[in-house]
Nanobody, 121 residues
């Protein structure tokens, strides 16, 4: 049993900052990739940023230069620092992880419940 729990969402004015945290807990041997996705009303879920266990990152073009993803492998945690927020960043943000519960796999995909980020103009 694995859980991903997000925290840190909330309301911000345009130009403000928010920091999201994701904690993975349960039967975890290794986490390959951790990432953040978001889904705005009426839109498909989209990738915001992801980071491998080795620290390689990937960002959506829409957030490059404004968002930084990081992780603490020892704590099974990932973070998303969002600066210069825009109203179009308003969405539910979901934590995602690809992990294995035992040595050698198999690897599974897990999602958190999501945290709301709202940015006012």
């Amino acid at each position: 049993q694995v859980q991903l729990v997000e925290s840190g969402g909330g309301l911000s004015q345009a130009g403000g900052s928010l920091r999201l945290s994701c904690t993975a807990s349960g039967s975890i041997f290794s986490i390959s990739v951790m990432g953040w996705y978001r889904q705005a009303p009426g839109k498909q879920r989209e990738l915001v940023a992801q980071i491998t266990s080795g620290g390689i990152t990937n960002y959506a073009d829409s957030v490059k230069g404004r968002v930084t993803i990081s992780r603490d492998n020892a704590k099974n945690m990932a973070y998303l620092q969002m600066n210069s927020l825009k109203p179009e960043d308003t969405a539910v943000y979901y934590c995602h992880a690809i992990l294995a519960s035992k040595n050698g796999g198999p690897w599974f995909s897990f999602w958190g419940q999501g945290t709301q980020v709202s940015v006012s103009s």
